[in-house]
């Protein structure tokens, strides 16, 4: 069972996580002003690469908070953690996708 | 019978004899036997017979790596195929050969299991003398470490053979090791303790065998087997190695045995294996056995496939009068119950091939032994890769995997490991000897005897067939075969059926490769991975402040996620569906009382708690009045229904949000997720308030006089109290809230007062509504109420395709909020379909006819599968008001069929329902106000 880093709380078993998808989607400031296209995108499209990829986390067996964090997908190793809100760190060989 | 015990030696206590009981035979062992020595003590070497084939099977290693002593026992309690060999023999235990497969228990297992967490800087896999060097060294520098062992005690190999380490009887030197880390505080000894799993981050999982060998002197209250769940930042791998058979005609009989293992059997339990041996070698490190053998007695005569062997070993023979055929190899073992012989060939320089006469040495014993396998499988485990070594024969670990160090050979070798002694365990480069052709004389008896993987009956020849086939990677030949796949996951067969697949394709087992190590290392009871976890325990109950009650008062329970609910209050004799019309009756024409406690409540408060709520729902929630509710959607951002319920304004700046039962925690995560990612500039607070309130609805006409009774300091009139209001109360002396909320269509009154007088403030409501014939009614009732009147049940009646519009709700749709999750969902071309399914009422037209949840909705009587479906029954049930089965569904384009006549199909049953509005009583909602 791996170990995540909680940025409040250090590491932890993953069993007290839950994944919340691609990070840094940000609701649209205008819902109403996006066309359809636009709406779908947000509501059902998500990247899905392989190596590092941005994620949301919660934090729901310890202390309840939602925090970012760079995961490589290949090898599910957490390469970051860091606040919501906050910039995706730069870290070798990723992008920012969105 | 050709085992037996000798009169000295060993290192079982002769003084500590153990009864037991083998086939309804009463033999005896002693303390520190398995049960395989204790048989093989008393003479039996016979143990079972094969899954597929039948064949008698004996005891072939005296480890984990056993393939043929499988056991039932039968007491202390019933357990299925067990290697004879991992079961420590103590006082009582009863047990007998299985034939292909064992049997569970046919009652509960009374015995404890438990599960404890450790954490390492060092975890040691093995105490025999490498684990144990290195076990100590750490522990030296102060490391928090645990060693780990399955055998009874530590010192592994050195229990088996004899050898010494620094001069010292090598038990003696483990016993100064053991002695020296039991002193030390930071460090954890686990023997009978078997590390099965290999996880990620320094995750490891080992079962504790802790009781079975105690018998009847275990503390009562001890667990039986426990799961310890490590966390070690680095293991060290100090597993040794197994012994590997070769595929020769008849080598499964009884009588055939790992050289290793009878080396092991002499020295450690004093049991000679056989008198008159043949040993089958294709390597140096089966001398020593041979050699302990002669010493205690036995006639011996090695084959070796190796056309000459090393002086050393070759003078040291002679000496001790040991004939050694070289360049040769055994074709057959002879024999149908147990082996009598061998039938020997030479071998054709540099290949398998016989070529020449065959001769015939009379045996008891036929020991084998094909090279070593160093024990990979938690290195596997690990993502370690392996390669193959030329030298030894065998797979070794290839890669470095962070956070493990292997123990062995190659670091005996770096430090300088050389042993002078030539019958010491010396690897001289290993003959890569696979299968041995099938006789040409057909001792065999005509089909294929040589078996790969004794347990699952697969030969040389099945192999073949694999190969034959086409298959060209060890992973699909052991799924085709089945090799590798039995109890003991191919530990000794694995590579050994690599060698044959390579043999038989023309390329290297370097080439081939091996099938991946998977967890378990050897099998673990489903009890020791369930420990306490089970029964009541396995997952946890939640009752409400008045379950007693309930409980005193006959309920029947229904489950609802972790919860208890009244399901249904019967009176001596009454069914279920008796009590739900007396029940409904009751709330429709008198009053009734429920324990609705179980009811989601989340306290949100803040600045901007009432803007929040106006982002959740699709209503507006911000005009709210305080000491107002209001009925409340919540979707997501696709705009499906996610949850209903009430908000109430208990002050400007706090609300009161209820949930369904089922969705408590759900929402409650859902309003972190969108105030932490989302709207983190937002002023509010949730927190879950469920447990703090019991909340009791009183329903029914005469619900408003029982209310006045209870809490006299409130007007409850129509004109004071009106409906979807709240006010603070005291009810029957308690501080409390009374909400008019109706879930039933009744006037109703919802009683809430923190949990702790949630019992006495329920017998006094049941006290104060005694008069006017007061009925409790629980989950059922609730159901038939609630559905008569249209309400949806999230989750029943819903299943996350469905948007406010369809289920009639559009009402509770704000027109002039700029946004709110969902609501630009609302708009997308497939939410505004015609043909979306609606939320609809269904009456039978034979009134006594039922609607089963589940039917299909079709538009004709005539079935013809496959036919449009139009819709589904989400909620049916009998209505005593409606005096008339009906139902709720969702059927396409529903509310454009009002008075259509469909029919529902349900398991081969076709009824004839009209459509109608789902709200089937008292639209105009005159009910509710008294
Ligand atoms: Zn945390």
């Given at each position: 069972?791996?170990?995540?880093?909680?940025?409040?709380?250090?590491?932890?078993?993953?069993?007290?996580?839950?994944?919340?998808?691609?990070?840094?989607?940000?609701?649209?400031?205008?819902?109403?002003?996006?066309?359809?296209?636009?709406?779908?995108?947000?509501?059902?499209?998500?990247?899905?690469?392989?190596?590092?990829?941005?994620?949301?986390?919660?934090?729901?067996g310890?202390?309840?908070?939602?925090?970012?964090?760079?995961?490589?997908?290949?090898?599910?190793?957490?390469?970051?953690?860091?606040?919501?809100?906050?910039?995706?760190?730069?870290?070798?060989?990723?992008?920012?996708?969105? | 019978?050709?085992?037996?015990?000798?009169?000295?030696?060993?290192?079982?206590?002769?003084?500590?004899?153990?009864?037991?009981?083998?086939?309804?035979?009463?033999?005896?062992?002693?303390?520190?036997?398995?049960?395989?020595?204790?048989?093989?003590?008393?003479?039996?070497?016979?143990?079972?017979?094969?899954?597929?084939?039948?064949?008698?099977?004996?005891?072939?290693?005296?480890?984990?790596?056993?393939?043929?002593?499988?056991?039932?026992?039968?007491?202390?309690?019933?357990?299925?195929?067990?290697?004879?060999?991992?079961?420590?023999?103590?006082?009582?235990?009863?047990?007998?050969?299985?034939?292909?497969?064992?049997?569970?228990?046919?009652?509960d297992?009374?015995?404890r299991y438990d599960a404890?967490?450790?954490?390492?800087?060092?975890?040691?896999?093995?105490?025999?003398?490498?684990?144990?060097?290195?076990?100590?060294?750490?522990?030296?520098?102060?490391?928090?470490?645990?060693?780990?062992?399955?055998?009874?005690?530590?010192?592994?190999?050195?229990?088996?053979?004899?050898?010494?380490?620094?001069?010292?009887?090598?038990?003696?030197?483990?016993?100064?090791?053991?002695?020296?880390?039991?002193?030390?505080?930071?460090?954890?000894?686990?023997?009978?303790?078997?590390?099965?799993?290999?996880?990620?981050?320094?995750?490891?999982?080992?079962?504790?065998?802790?009781?079975?060998?105690?018998?009847?002197?275990?503390?009562?209250?001890?667990?039986?087997?426990?799961?310890?769940?490590?966390?070690?930042?680095?293991?060290?791998?100090?597993?040794?190695?197994?012994?590997?058979?070769?595929?020769?005609?008849?080598?499964?009989?009884?009588?055939?045995?790992?050289?290793?293992?009878?080396?092991?059997?002499?020295?450690?339990?004093?049991?000679?294996?056989?008198?008159?041996?043949?040993?089958?070698?294709?390597?140096?490190?089966?001398?020593?056995?041979?050699?302990?053998?002669?010493?205690?007695?036995?006639?011996?005569?090695?084959?070796?496939?190796?056309?000459?062997?090393?002086?050393?070993?070759?003078?040291?023979?002679?000496?001790?009068?040991?004939?050694?055929?070289?360049?040769?190899?055994?074709?057959?073992?002879?024999?149908?119950?147990?082996?009598?012989?061998?039938?020997?060939?030479?071998?054709?320089?540099?290949?398998?091939?016989?070529?020449?006469?065959?001769?015939?040495?009379?045996?008891?014993?036929?020991?084998?032994?094909?090279?070593?396998?160093?024990?990979?499988?938690?290195?596997?485990?690990?993502?370690?890769?392996?390669?193959?070594?030329?030298?030894?024969?065998?797979?070794?670990?290839?890669?470095?995997?962070?956070?493990?160090?292997?123990?062995?050979?190659?670091?005996?070798?770096?430090?300088?490991?050389?042993?002078?002694?030539?019958?010491?365990?010396?690897?001289?480069?290993?003959?890569?000897?696979?299968?041995?052709?099938?006789?040409?004389?057909?001792?065999?008896?005509?089909?294929?005897?040589?078996?790969?993987?004794?347990?699952?009956?697969?030969?040389?020849?099945?192999?073949?067939?694999?190969?034959?086939?086409?298959?060209?990677?060890?992973?699909?030949?052991?799924?085709?075969?089945?090799?590798?796949?039995?109890?003991?996951?191919?530990?000794?067969?694995?590579?050994?059926?690599?060698?044959?697949?390579?043999?038989?394709?023309?390329?290297?087992?370097?080439?081939?490769?091996?099938?991946?190590?998977?967890?378990?290392?050897?099998?673990?009871?489903?009890?020791?991975?369930a420990g306490a976890d089970r029964g009541e325990l396995y997952d946890p109950i939640r009752v409400t402040a008045i379950h007693p009650w309930h409980l005193a008062h006959g309920a029947e329970f229904e489950n609802v996620g972790q919860w208890k609910r009244p399901w249904y209050y019967?009176?001596?004799?009454?069914?279920?569906?008796?009590?739900?019309?007396?029940?409904?009756?009751?709330?429709?024409?008198?009053?009734?009382?429920m324990d609705g406690s179980t009811l989601g409540k989340?306290?949100?408060?803040?600045?901007?708690?009432?803007?929040?709520?106006?982002?959740?729902?699709?209503?507006?929630?911000?005009?709210?009045?305080?000491?107002?509710?209001?009925?409340?959607?919540?979707?997501?951002?696709?705009?499906?229904?996610?949850?209903?319920?009430?908000?109430?304004?208990?002050?400007?700046?706090?609300?009161?949000?209820?949930t369904t039962t089922g969705n408590a925690a759900a929402?409650?995560?859902?309003?972190?997720?969108?105030?932490?990612?989302?709207?983190?500039?937002?002023?509010?607070?949730?927190?879950s308030v469920t447990e703090q309130w019991v909340t009791?609805?009183?329903?029914?006409?005469?619900?408003?006089?029982?209310?006045?009774?209870?809490?006299?300091?409130?007007?409850?009139?129509?004109?004071?109290?009106?409906?979807?209001?709240?006010?603070?109360?005291?009810?029957?002396?308690?501080?409390?809230?009374?909400?008019?909320?109706?879930?039933?269509?009744?006037?109703?009154?919802?009683?809430?007062?923190?949990a702790w007088?949630g019992q006495?403030?329920w017998?006094?409501?049941?006290?104060?509504?005694?008069?006017?014939?007061?009925?409790p009614?629980g989950t059922e009732?609730m159901?038939?109420?609630?559905?008569?009147?249209?309400?949806?049940?999230?989750g029943?009646?819903?299943?996350?395709?469905?948007?406010?519009?369809?289920?009639?709700?559009?009402?509770?749709?704000?027109?002039?909020?700029?946004?709110?999750?969902?609501?630009?969902?609302?708009?997308?071309?497939?939410?505004?379909?015609?043909?979306?399914?609606?939320?609809?009422?269904?009456?039978?037209?034979?009134?006594?006819?039922?609607?089963?949840?589940?039917?299909?909705?079709?538009?004709?009587?005539?079935?013809?599968?496959?036919?449009?479906?139009?819709?589904?029954?989400?909620?049916?049930?009998?209505?005593?008001?409606?005096?008339?089965?009906?139902?709720?569904?969702?059927?396409?384009?529903?509310?454009?069929?009002?008075?259509?006549?469909?029919?529902?199909?349900?398991?081969?049953?076709?009824?004839?329902?009209?459509?109608?509005?789902?709200?089937?009583?008292?639209?105009?909602?005159?009910?509710?106000?008294?």
């Open positions: 069972m791996q170990l995540i880093e909680c940025p409040n709380c250090g590491k932890r078993e993953e069993i007290e996580f839950h994944y919340g998808g691609q990070a840094h989607i940000a609701y649209p400031e205008d819902p109403a002003a996006t066309t359809d296209h636009e709406w779908s995108d947000y509501l059902f499209f998500r990247d899905n690469p392989k190596g590092p990829f941005a994620e949301r986390w919660y934090h729901g310890g202390c309840r908070r939602w925090f970012n964090a760079v995961r490589d997908t290949t090898s599910y190793r957490f390469l970051a953690v860091y606040q919501p809100g906050e910039r995706m760190p730069a870290l070798p060989g990723t992008r920012v996708t969105r | 019978m050709t085992a037996r015990r000798l009169p000295t030696g060993g290192s079982i206590d002769r003084g500590a004899p153990l009864a037991f009981r083998w086939a309804g035979t009463d033999l005896t062992g002693y303390q520190g036997d398995t049960l395989a020595s204790a048989l093989l003590g008393a003479g039996i070497d016979t143990i079972g017979s094969s899954v597929r084939l039948g064949r008698p099977r004996g005891i072939t290693s005296a480890g984990t790596e056993e393939s043929t002593a499988l056991v039932q026992i039968e007491k202390p309690f019933p357990e299925p195929m067990l290697p004879a060999t991992t079961v420590e023999l103590a006082e009582g235990l009863a047990a007998r050969g299985i034939t292909g497969q064992g049997r569970l228990a046919d009652r297992d009374p015995a404890r967490h450790a954490h390492a800087d060092l975890l040691v896999v093995g105490a025999g003398p490498a684990g144990l060097t290195a076990a100590l060294a750490a522990a030296r520098t102060g490391e928090r470490v645990i060693l780990a062992d399955d055998d009874i005690r530590v010192g592994g190999s050195l229990l088996d053979y004899g050898e010494t380490v620094e001069g010292v009887p090598g038990e003696q030197w483990a016993a100064g090791v053991l002695a020296e880390l039991a002193s030390l505080p930071n460090v954890r000894v686990l023997v009978r303790t078997t590390v099965f799993g290999i996880y990620d981050d320094g995750f490891v999982l080992a079962v504790e065998h802790r009781s079975d060998h105690l018998g009847a002197a275990a503390r009562p209250g001890r667990s039986r087997e426990r799961i310890w769940r490590i966390r070690t930042t680095t293991t060290v791998i100090a597993t040794g190695g197994y012994e590997r058979p070769i595929a020769f005609a008849n080598n499964d009989l009884p009588g055939v045995m790992l050289a290793s293992a009878a080396h092991t059997y002499l020295h450690r339990y004093a049991v000679l294996a056989g008198e008159s041996v043949v040993l089958f070698t294709t390597n140096s490190t089966a001398y020593g056995a041979a050699r302990a053998l002669v010493a205690a007695g036995a006639r011996l005569t090695i084959v070796d496939t190796r056309p000459e062997i090393p002086a050393g070993l070759d003078s040291g023979c002679r000496n001790l009068g040991i004939e050694v055929v070289t360049g040769h190899h055994v074709v057959t073992a002879l024999g149908t119950d147990r082996v009598h012989g061998v039938t020997i060939a030479p071998r054709r320089a540099g290949g398998p091939h016989v070529a020449g006469a065959s001769a015939t040495i009379d045996c008891d014993l036929l020991l084998v032994s094909g090279g070593w396998n160093p024990v990979l499988h938690l290195f596997s485990q690990a993502r370690g890769t392996l390669a193959f070594d030329e030298r030894l024969q065998a797979f070794v670990a290839a890669s470095e995997v962070r956070g493990f160090e292997l123990a062995g050979l190659a670091a005996a070798e770096s430090a300088g490991y050389d042993p002078a002694d030539p019958f010491a365990f010396a690897l001289h480069p290993v003959e890569g000897v696979w299968s041995i052709p099938l006789p040409a004389d057909g001792d065999a008896g005509g089909s294929d005897t040589r078996f790969v993987d004794v347990q699952r009956d697969v030969t040389v020849s099945e192999i073949l067939r694999a190969t034959g086939a086409g298959l060209r990677s060890m992973e699909h030949v052991k799924r085709y075969t089945t090799l590798g796949t039995a109890l003991d996951q191919g530990k000794t067969s694995g590579l050994l059926g690599s060698g044959v697949v390579a043999q038989e394709l023309g390329i290297s087992v370097a080439e081939l490769g091996t099938t991946t190590f998977r967890p378990p290392f050897s099998p673990v009871g489903f009890a020791a991975l019967p009176l001596p004799g009454e069914s279920l569906d008796e009590a739900v019309l007396r029940e409904s009756i009751a709330a429709r024409t008198m009053v009734a009382c989340i306290d949100v408060r803040g600045a901007d708690a009432a803007a929040f709520l106006d982002l959740l729902y699709t209503n507006l929630m911000s005009s709210l009045k305080v000491g107002s509710i209001r009925y409340g959607v919540m979707c997501g951002p696709d705009g499906m229904v996610k949850d209903d319920g009430t908000v109430i304004r208990l002050a400007e700046e706090r609300f009161l949000v209820t929402i409650l995560d859902w309003m972190e997720e969108w105030l932490q990612t989302e709207w983190p500039d937002l002023r509010v607070f949730a927190a009791i609805p009183v329903v029914g006409p005469l619900s408003r006089a029982v209310v006045q009774q209870l809490a006299p300091g409130v007007d409850a009139s129509a004109a004071a109290f009106p409906f979807m209001a709240t006010r603070d109360a005291v009810i029957a002396g308690v501080d409390g809230r009374i909400d008019r909320i109706s879930f039933s269509g009744e006037l109703a009154f919802e009683l809430n007062v923190p007088y006495a403030v017998e006094a409501v049941i006290a104060a509504g005694e008069q006017h014939g007061i009925t009614y009732t159901h038939v109420l609630r559905a008569e009147k249209g309400y949806p049940i999230i029943q009646d819903t299943d996350g395709t469905l948007s406010p519009h369809d289920l009639g709700l559009g009402w509770a749709v704000s027109k002039k909020k700029p946004d709110f999750i969902g609501k630009r969902s609302f708009a997308r071309a497939e939410n505004t379909r015609p043909d979306r399914r609606h939320f609809v009422g269904l009456l039978p037209v034979d009134p006594e006819e039922s609607i089963p949840e589940g039917a299909q909705i079709i538009a004709s009587r005539e079935v013809t599968i496959p036919m449009p479906m139009l819709g589904h029954v989400t909620s049916g049930y009998r209505s005593a008001a409606l005096g008339s089965h009906f139902a709720l569904a969702l059927i396409s384009a529903g509310r454009d069929r009002m008075g259509e006549r469909l029919f529902a199909w349900s398991e081969g049953r076709v009824i004839a329902v009209t459509v109608t509005d789902s709200v089937l009583l008292d639209k105009e909602g005159t009910r509710r106000d008294g």
